[in-house]
T-cell receptor, first 116, second 110 residues
């Protein structure tokens, strides 16, 4: 069982829909991350939140909108997605971003997103 | 731009053997290194992390780091069919993020 919980596990949506992905952790971690993973590729970073503030936005299209309501929750709001956005979306958390040494990140089970 | 290189495999070893997975990286200043295991259709699972030169052991797993040669490896002793997965090497980025290699697919044959 993972300590990072993502919902939903699967999501099918049309290109005009609006939906949200949710991530929750209760490990007291202060850094949370969104990654996107296409089939047979490694995860690619989308966003980093540190102490509830957005610290990295890796040039992600505006149709993806992150939100961190509190230190335990991370949302990813989706709007007007394209078929190429179909992927596994992974949430991760770590104790903090780390200074000299990065802290290990723990991943949720992911949300498998399909855009019709 | 930090880069991480891994042989994509597949690496095939017989059950009970030692599997050796290797990773090289481009940024000599990198300080943090991670190994994740990912089963097909599942999310990455943290196996080991290492910060200092030398070996770090945890059960059947040993991570080895050589900063002078810019490589990190993962040894799996007494390999089991359940170890068959893709192993992702990652190094820590300057903003707390992980930079992944493309992964090595390991197959352990009974």
């Amino acid at each position: 069982d993972t300590e990072v919980t993502q919902t939903p596990k699967h999501l099918v949506m049309g290109m005009t829909n609006k939906k949200s992905l949710k991530c929750e952790q209760h490990m007291g971690h202060r850094a949370m991350y969104w990654y996107k993973q296409k089939a047979k590729k490694p995860p690619e970073l989308m966003f980093v939140y540190s102490y509830e503030k957005l610290s990295i936005n890796e040039s992600v299209p505006s149709r993806f909108s992150p939100e961190c309501p509190n230190s335990s929750l991370l949302n990813l709001h989706l709007h007007a997605l394209q078929p190429e956005d179909s992927a596994l979306y992974l949430c991760a958390s770590s104790q903090d971003k780390g200074t000299r040494f990065n802290q290990p990140q723990h991943f949720g089970d992911g949300t498998r997103l399909s855009i019709l | 731009q930090k880069e991480v290189e891994q042989n994509s495999g597949p690496l095939s070893v017989p059950e009970g053997a030692i599997a050796s997975l290797n990773c090289t990286y481009s940024d000599r200043g990198s300080q943090s290194f991670f190994w994740y295991r990912q089963y097909s259709g599942k999310s990455p699972e943290l196996i080991m992390f290492i910060y200092s030169n030398g070996d770090k052991e945890d059960g059947r797993f040993t991570a080895q780091l050589n900063k002078a040669s810019q490589y990190v490896s993962l040894l799996i002793r007494d390999s089991q069919p359940s170890d068959s997965a893709t192993y992702l090497c990652a190094l820590g980025g300057s903003q707390g993020n992980l930079i992944f290699g493309k992964g090595t697919k390991l197959s352990v044959k009974p």
